[in-house]
Structures are given as structure tokens and as C-alpha cells.
């Protein structure tokens, strides 16, 4: 069987002495206006933020938003490929097959260097 645990039986118990010596009710929570800590609606001293407090916190949310949509792009745009999506070679071979096409190169050369290219990737 599982013996009592005491510790927080006498937590309790104090608590429960506290409770008896210094009672807190709504009466006592208000009196002195909270130890004249101005507190409640002229927190502070009439000199509040009104109606900019809320517009300048929806534009920090705002900022805060838009600075992590930027920051994911970036990160999305840095870690991904750069634009061609083929073999690295292809682009070397279209340009031969254009040269060829347009008579620069005859059929010989045209196979020496379909090789190359092939050699290389």
C-alpha cells in the first residue's frame, strides 16, 4: 500500500493557516486603489496610449508577418536548385545541335564533339 505523502499534506495545511491570518476578499483587493500603485483605468496618469497603442500593435504584428514571409522565401529561394532542372550538359548539347543546324559545323566535328560532351558529364 502507498504511504500518505506528507510533504504536501503540510503545504496544504499551512496554506490552509495563511488562509485564516490574512483573509483576501474584493473589499480589501480595492481599498487604497491598490496601494496607490495607480492601478486600473488611469494606469498611467491619464497618459496613456488610447487608440495608437492598438493601431501601432497591429502594425508591428503586421511587420513581424511580413518579415517572416521574406525570411522563408529567402531561405526557400537559398536552398533550392538555381533555374535548370536537366542534366548539366544539356545546354552545351543544344547549342551544338543549333550550330550544327545552321551549317557552322559539318558532321564530323558534330561527332568529335557530341564525345566530348558525352565524355565530360
Do not use: C
Amino acid at each position: 500500500m502507498n504511504r500518505l505523502n506528507f510533504k504536501g499534506f503540510g503545504f496544504l495545511l499551512v496554506l490552509f493557516f495563511l488562509n485564516l491570518l490574512y483573509p483576501l476578499n474584493a473589499a480589501q483587493a480595492q481599498y487604497g486603489r491598490y496601494g496607490n500603485w495607480q492601478m486600473g483605468p488611469d494606469m498611467m496618469g491619464g497618459w496613456g496610449m488610447g487608440w495608437f497603442g492598438g493601431i501601432f500593435m497591429i502594425v508591428f504584428w503586421i511587420l513581424i508577418l511580413v518579415g517572416l514571409v521574406f525570411a522563408i522565401r529567402w531561405l526557400v529561394q537559398a536552398t533550392g536548385k538555381k533555374g535548370d532542372s536537366g542534366p548539366r550538359g544539356s545546354r552545351a548539347m543544344e547549342i551544338l545541335k543549333e550550330r550544327y543546324a545552321r551549317g557552322e559545323i559539318d558532321k564530323a566535328q558534330f561527332e568529335a564533339m557530341k564525345r566530348d560532351l558525352a565524355d565530360e558529364s
